[in-house]
T-cell receptor, first 113, second 111 residues
Framework: DTAVSQTPKYLVTQMGNDKSIKCEQNLGHDTMYWYKQDSKKFLKIMFSYNNKELIINETVPNRFSPKSPDKAHLNLHINSLELGDSAVYFC????????????FGPGTRLTVT | RKEVEQDPGPFNVPEGATVAFNCTYSNSASQSFFWYRQDCRKEPKLLMSVYSSGNEDGRFTAQLNRASQYISLLIRDSKLSDSATYLCVVGGGGATNKLIFGTGTLLAVQP
């Protein structure tokens, strides 16, 4: 019974393509997040949704667009992929948005060639 | 100054050793503090929350010093399975109190 799941696990694509990553949690949490972990292993928040409302939007290129159809799902669409987008993208969820414990998905390893 | 700073290591220790990790944070308004563990090519997993009074979970002890803006993690009787990267995480304060992750400290426990 996976708590936070992401698809796909691996994504290899060419520059300029558009791709989506999906995330689902079955923990009953009301807040979901997208993080990017780069090659230096630095984990940085990109977006956060609380009850389907965007509450954190860090300085991220507008090629990245999150969508939360309901509290249990948060998807990430990336347009016009660039080499620098290569990273591991983690989805996470928590009860509440005030810095509570977060539970992470297994990650999506994106490679842009 | 980084918002959350950790010694990147690696810390190479023999089995059974006691090892301590330190972390400092820059935002005095921070309200929540955690240690996460990340195994190679895996997701971060919550190890323990850190409370002002200090807290212990088996072989792991976490301490918080708000005055010095300093967090520590002590691991006693290290096991091979403790080998991982340990991430210091701080709720950044403010309206959203988003979590700020340190870059992690790599621990390698040797047989």
């Amino acid at each position: 019974d996976t708590a936070v799941s992401q698809t796909p696990k691996y994504l290899v694509t060419q520059m300029g393509n558009d791709k989506s990553i999906k995330c689902e949690q079955n923990l009953g949490h009301d807040t979901m997040y997208w993080y990017k972990q780069d090659s230096k292993k630095f984990l940085k928040i990109m977006f956060s949704y609380n009850n389907k409302e965007l509450i954190i939007n860090e300085t991220v290129p507008n090629r990245f667009s999150p969508k939360s159809p309901d509290k249990a799902h948060l998807n990430l669409h990336i347009n016009s992929l660039e080499l620098g987008d290569s990273a591991v993208y983690f989805c996470a969820s928590s009860f509440g948005a005030q810095g509570y414990e977060q539970y992470f998905g297994p990650g999506t390893r994106l490679t842009v060639t | 100054r980084k918002e959350v700073e950790q010694d990147p290591g690696p810390f190479n220790v023999p089995e059974g050793a006691t090892v301590a990790f330190n972390c400092t944070y820059s935002n005095s308004a921070s309200q929540s503090f955690f240690w996460y563990r990340q195994d190679c090519r895996k997701e971060p997993k919550l190890l323990m929350s850190v409370y002002s009074s200090g807290n212990e979970d088996g072989r792991f002890t976490a301490q918080l010093n708000r005055a010095s803006q300093y967090i520590s993690l002590l691991i006693r009787d290290s096991k091979l399975s403790d080998s991982a990267t340990y991430l210091c995480v701080v709720g950044g304060g403010g309206a959203t109190n988003k979590l700020i992750f340190g870059t992690g400290t790599l621990l390698a426990v040797q047989p």
